[in-house]
Antibody
Framework: QVQLQESGPGLVKPSETLSLTCGVSAYSVSTDYHWGWIRQPPGKGLEWIGSVYHTGSTYYNPSLKSRVTISVDTSKNQFSLKVSSVTAADTAIYYC??????????????WGQGTLVTVSS | SSELTQDPAVSVALGQTVRITCQGDSLRSYHASWYQQKPGQAPVLVIYGTNNRPSGISDRFSVSSSGNTASLTITGAQAEDEADYYCNCRGSSGDHMMFGGGTKLTVL
């Protein structure tokens, strides 16, 4: 069973960079699939942030693209998220995910448990 | 439109059938996937593509699509189906994903 686990600081100061890592168990990130990030502000809906293919190709939410970097580290079997110039609006639960399928059968089939990141001075 | 629109809240009597809809231009080109989220938990995939359900998901969940609207139908709703439901689909350009705003389902 594939397992995903987010890690990183729970508190980030405004204007700084949010950095999270997702460790993957029971599957090699270098084999296949897109590996992504989704966030959910407290009491609000889900927002897709972006994903990285096992080859390193990246795809981002157009509204966040200028501040987001997602990368994969095959040597550590993990992938990472960086969000620059954060504000209080970036406060959210951040989920790491695995995306499978193509245009007709795309799905997010595995999710981490989520980690709350608060932006505050 | 680059958005997916869902009704904020829907209710259903126990044992009855309920339809949750998701509207957006990209649904004319791409299939949606649907996720169930209960309080304090990560979302769970319940159905995708043309009625593909992951192992362990009840066959009470089904999907249909027409034009710019995708629908999740729960036949014989149970108390455990009470949750938030989100649709997800590619954006019209095909290079990013997006979620609907979510529908809170109450089982009466």
């Amino acid at each position: 069973q594939v397992q995903l686990q987010e890690s990183g600081p729970g508190l980030v100061k405004p204007s700084e960079t949010l950095s999270l890592t997702c460790g993957v168990s029971a599957y090699s990130v270098s084999t296949d699939y897109h590996w992504g990030w989704i966030r959910q502000p407290p009491g609000k809906g889900l927002e897709w942030i972006g994903s990285v293919y096992h080859t390193g190709s990246t795809y981002y939410n157009p509204s966040l693209k200028s501040r987001v970097t997602i990368s994969v580290d095959t040597s550590k079997n993990q992938f990472s998220l960086k969000v620059s110039s954060v504000t209080a609006a970036d406060t959210a639960i951040y989920y790491c995910t695995r995306e499978a399928g193509g245009t007709t059968d795309h799905r997010i089939d595995y999710w981490g448990q989520g980690t709350l990141v608060t932006v505050s001075s | 439109s680059s958005e997916l629109t869902q009704d904020p809240a829907v209710s259903v009597a126990l044992g009855q059938t309920v339809r949750i809809t998701c509207q957006g231009d990209s649904l004319r080109s791409y299939h949606a996937s649907w996720y169930q989220q209960k309080p304090g938990q990560a979302p769970v995939l319940v159905i995708y593509g043309t009625n593909n359900r992951p192992s362990g998901i009840s066959d009470r969940f089904s999907v249909s699509s027409s034009g710019n609207t995708a629908s999740l139908t729960i036949t014989g709703a149970q108390a455990e189906d009470e949750a938030d439901y989100y649709c997800n689909c590619r954006g019209s350009s095909g290079d990013h994903m997006m979620f609907g705003g979510g529908t809170k389902l109450t089982v009466l």
